[in-house]
């Protein structure tokens, strides 16, 4: 089946600094979605892309479909952005493959 | 405001025993979702519902079981033949197939 990495597995910012996470699979995907779980393990959908670029305040993010990859960018990072951040393809028939998440620390 | 609840948050369970959690939407999704989270890990889709009493197995499904009996309504039961239940669950919907999901809160499952 199709496989989702995400990189880097973990990442410790200090406030304000700019990052990017990154989504690679390994097959064609139908959709692309970006979820940020926060600490209490709640998950939020922060973009649905299955191409091209999308923003949203200070996070935007990127899919290069034919090159099967997605990138989320956090500028200015505060520290409710910390929290585990979920690549997830939809591969059609119902089923989502969510990648095992960046961890993201943010110090104040 | 429309949305996902899950009940309980926490819930214990003594070996041998079947519990029930539940997940209530009033979004209008038809379809449902029922994921589990171990520690540091991603989600892997336990069972999965497109429409009222219709529902499919996930990568792992084996030691659950669910039923949709009404649209706004998806239950997992974990049964005593789930040897590892410790985790994180989570219940999802969609308006169809291609995600777009909700996810409620979570219950974490505790072996006692």
Sequence with gaps: ?108 | DGGITQSPKYLFRKEGQNVTLSCEQNLNHDAMYWYRQDPGQGLRLIYYSQIVNDFQKGDIAEGYSVSREKKESFPLTVTSAQKNPTAFYLCASSRGEAGGYTFGSGTRLTVV
């Design chain 1, 1 to 108: 089946g199709i496989q989702v990495e995400q990189s880097p597995p973990d990442l410790i910012l200090q406030e304000g600094a700019n990052s990017t996470l990154r989504c690679n699979f390994s097959d064609s995907v139908n959709n692309l979605q970006w979820f940020h779980q926060n600490p209490w393990g709640q998950l939020i959908n922060l973009f649905y892309i299955p191409s091209g670029t999308k923003q949203n305040g200070r996070l935007s993010a990127t899919t290069v479909a034919t090159e099967r990859y997605s990138l989320l960018y956090i500028s200015s990072s505060q520290t409710t952005d910390s929290g585990v951040y979920f690549c997830a393809v939809y591969t059609g028939g119902f089923k989502t493959i969510f990648g095992a998440g960046t961890r993201l620390f943010v110090k104040a």
